[in-house]
């Protein structure tokens, strides 16, 4: 709670200071506002999640997944950027402790679309730092339910995204980037074995670290 209200909070005092620098600076602005990048991510679930009912134990091993992830920007100031992050993982998902040794859960895949606000230090700099701090609506989809469970199903989620990295430039168009995200995702999961229903909330809660290249549009 504390961390989404951070998050709030940030997200509301860069906007108002936005507002402001977009009046100020707009006249200056030389170069297209839109921005692509491309990166390589790798995707580490911190996973934690509630004792399962009636079984015991928790969802405490989910995989980690390597995926290429596209971001648009679009620079309201030379400071101040809005960044939406696409891109989609696939996680193997077990659960441990329970009553009957640790559990294959099977696979599922998540789509988080990630919207953030950034504010970059160095914008007129070769190497220009950023932070962000935005939210992210996770889609649960492709459920495999494993050699165990009948069917599983996921609850969406939505929650706090919070980011840091550095743009460094190589020519006037292109650029390097290193980026890390800690995105907070959580799921009401329902596993049935046949008649039966076991229910727990996880949270995967992953940080994300990635790295690639972009394109500022002249």
Do not use: C
Not at 20 to 34: I, V, Y
Not at 50 to 56: E, H, K, M, N
Not at 189 to 198: D, E, L, P, R
């Amino acid at each position: 709670m504390m961390i989404k209200k951070l998050a709030a909070a940030v997200i509301a005092a860069s906007t108002l200071f936005s507002l402001q620098a977009f009046a100020d600076d707009t006249s200056t602005q030389t170069q297209s506002p839109w921005l692509i990048r491309l990166r390589a991510i790798d995707v580490v679930p911190d996973a934690s999640s509630s004792t399962i009912t009636g079984l015991g134990g928790h969802v405490n091993k989910v995989s980690n997944d390597a995926v290429p992830e596209l971001d648009i920007s679009y620079f309201l100031t030379k400071n101040i950027a809005t960044e939406l992050i696409l891109g989609t993982t696939k996680h193997d998902i077990k659960a441990t402790g329970t009553a009957l040794g640790q559990v294959d859960l099977g696979s599922v895949r998540l789509l988080p679309p990630t919207l953030t606000l950034q504010y970059h230090f160095l914008p007129n700099s070769t190497f220009d730092p950023y932070v962000g701090a935005g939210v992210n609506y996770t889609y649960f989809y492709g459920v495999n339910k494993g050699p165990v469970a009948s069917s599983i199903n996921y609850s969406n989620s939505f929650g706090p995204a919070l980011q840091a990295g550095a743009d460094i430039a190589i020519n006037k168009n292109w650029l390097i980037n290193f980026d890390v995200k800690k995105l907070f995702i959580q799921t009401n999961a329902t596993v049935n074995v046949g008649s039966a229903s076991y229910t727990t909330t996880a949270k995967l809660n992953p940080v994300v670290y990635g790295m690639g290249v972009g394109y500022r549009f002249s």
